[in-house]
C-alpha cells in the first residue's frame, strides 16, 4: 500500500534567484564578482557602472524600469546570460510564463552551466507541474555549483512528490549540511517525515515479500 507523505505547512519551494554577479571580460569568466550594495535613494549611475548593474540596482528596489535597462544590456553584449535570467523572474513575476521560459532557456544558450538559469527554470517548471523537467534543472543547477543550498530543498520536495523518498531524504541532508542551525531546523519535519515514510515503505516491502 503507498504511502501518504505529509508535508508540513513550511515546506513550500524556495522562490527565484537574482543573478547579483558579472564577470567582466577582462577577467577570468570562471571568478565571481559581487556587487556592492547601494543604499542610497537617489539613483546616480555613475560611469563606472556597466548597463547590467544599473538595471540590477533598479531590479532590486523594485522599479519596473530595470527590465528595460536588462534589455539595453543584452543589446550592448553586457552580461548577457545573467541579464536574460533575471528579465526570466521579472516576466515570471508578471504572470508571463511563456516569457519567462525564453528568457531563462535564452540565458541557457549563452551559458548552459547558468546555475541561476537552471534552478530558475526549475521552479517554473515546477509551477507548470512539469516535475521531470524540474528535477533534470535542478540537479543540472546543483551540479554547476554544489553549494547552492535551495537548490537541495526544491530538488527534495520534488523527489518526495515522486515518491522518490531515499533520494529526498539525500537532497534535504545536502540542504541542511549548506544552510545555518536555525534554517537546517525549518527542514527538521520534512525530513523526519520523509525518513518516516522512507522506513514504512520498506517494511511494507519485507511484508509482502
Known sequence: MAQILKFPAQASKFGYKRVRKRAKAADNPDQLHLFLQHTAQILNFGSELS?????????????????????????????????????????????????????????????????????????????????????????????????????????????AINNDLSAAVSALSKYQELVSEEEARNADELLHNLKKSLAAAKNSRLGST
Open 51 to 159: 548597463r547590467f548593474e544599473q538595471a540590477l540596482m533598479l531590479d532590486e528596489r523594485g522599479d519596473p524600469k530595470a527590465s528595460e535597462l536588462y534589455a539595453k544590456a543584452i543589446a550592448e553584449h553586457d552580461c548577457v546570460a545573467d541579464a536574460y535570467c533575471n528579465l526570466g523572474i521579472i516576466e515570471s513575476q508578471k504572470g508571463n510564463t511563456t516569457r519567462a521560459f525564453d528568457c531563462f532557456t535564452t540565458s541557457l544558450k549563452y551559458d548552459p552551466r547558468h546555475s541561476e538559469a537552471h534552478y530558475n527554470l526549475g521552479n517554473l517548471y515546477f509551477e507548470v507541474n512539469d516535475l521531470r523537467l524540474a528535477q533534470v534543472h535542478y540537479e543540472m543547477a546543483g551540479e554547476v555549483d554544489p553549494s547552492f543550498a535551495n537548490v537541495y530543498f526544491n530538488l527534495a520536495l520534488v523527489q
